[in-house]
């Protein structure tokens, strides 16, 4: 049994939940870091692999004998994947953890005394980082008309310390308070098992993307509870390891799910009108990215391109959200 790995005999505080699709070396990394970092503390982790075909089920069974595994058979996406482990949970707050990330501190024990000490709160999540120690999105605003509004017209690029609602928020040097927050990035995200119970966790409308707001807005608005950002608990996220590198397809499911999330709790016609306002938002950008990509040094121009592309990806999934890739 790896040091920090409690007992599975006593009931954990806390279940630590991880799916994994072809996640092998990073899965072994972050299941290191939880037992290097993870201390005064009774915990589980269960791993629910997603029916992954490089070596990761026999890598946690040969290296990690006390972790709970979970082997789907048939690929089901992060959504379910997580859906299907939660219910093999026994601690009173779980932890959902994606496998690309690394505790720089005792984060379990930082987010689950935070729910306990604070009885209003539901949810809440850590700060996220890079690799290089530069902030990660770790929270922000659902999408909204208000929200794509602030997009529209550049305002949070023209006014960063305003706090103008922002679908993704970067938590700046110096912070140390905890705040509340619409949602938490579900890439650490510690919420009480007995609303898991009462609300179930992810919908499964969504593929990827948007899911965990959803789910916060469940617990914000059904359920009455604040969910909070806790800076103290640091955690690295690599990022585009879990499920899938980023890029073109990325961009249109994350535009899918906005369309699935508007639609659900707006209407189709406020969904339109709020993706049109994201269109407008990259459309501005793609015209100022392609004047530079234009007129760029050749050592810069891949870079370029590949910035000056993603912008129209943005435009033309805003717009169109189901066309063909």
């Known amino acids: 049994m790896l040091p920090g790995i409690e007992d599975s005999s006593r009931t954990p505080v806390v279940s630590i939940l991880i799916a994994n699709w072809n996640g092998q070396h990073v ?23 997603d029916a992954s075909t490089d070596r ?44 690309d990330t690394l505790l720089l501190n005792n984060a379990v024990k930082i987010l689950s005394d935070y729910l306990d000490e604070h009885p209003e709160v539901g949810v809440c999540g ?29 305002l949070n690029d023209l006014f960063p310390s305003v706090g103008f609602p922002n679908r993704g928020v970067l938590p700046r040097p110096g912070w140390t308070s905890p705040r509340s927050v619409e949602y938490i990035t579900g890439a650490d995200l510690m919420i009480r098992r ?29 359920g009455g509870l604040d969910v909070h950002f806790v800076p103290e608990a640091h955690i690295v996220h690599l990022g585009g390891f879990s499920y899938g590198k980023r890029g073109e397809r990325h961009v249109q499911m994350q535009y899918i799910s906005y369309q699935k999330y508007l639609t ?58 189901h066309s063909r890739a």
């Open 27 to 49: 899965l072994r990394d972050c299941l290191r870091s939880l037992a290097e970092r993870t201390r005064g503390i009774e915990y589980e982790i269960i791993v629910v692999d």
């Open 56 to 99: 990761s089920v026999e890598m946690v069974r040969s290296e990690f004998p006390s972790v709970h595994l979970v082997a789907r058979t048939v690929n089901g996406g992060f959504v379910k994947t997580n859906n299907d482990g939660v219910s093999a949970a026994r601690g009173k707050n779980v932890l959902l953890l994606n496998s």
């Open 126 to 154: 850590g700060w996220l980082r890079n690799p290089d120690g530069s902030s990660q999105v770790s929270f922000g605003h659902a999408p909204s008309f208000l929200q794509a509004l602030t997009d529209a017209f550049f």
């Open 194 to 222: 007995s609303l898991v119970e009462r609300f179930g966790l992810f919908d499964e409308l969504y593929e990827a993307y948007c899911e965990e707001v959803d789910l916060c807005r469940r617990v914000r608005i059904a």
């Open 264 to 321: 659900k709790h707006h209407g189709q016609f406020y969904a339109l009108l709020v993706r049109l306002l994201y269109a407008w938002h990259y459309l501005v950008k793609g015209a100022v990215r392609t004047a530079r990509l234009v007129t760029a040094p050749r050592t810069q121009r891949e870079g370029r391109k590949k910035e000056t592309l993603a912008a129209w990806y943005h435009v033309r999934y805003s717009i169109r959200p």
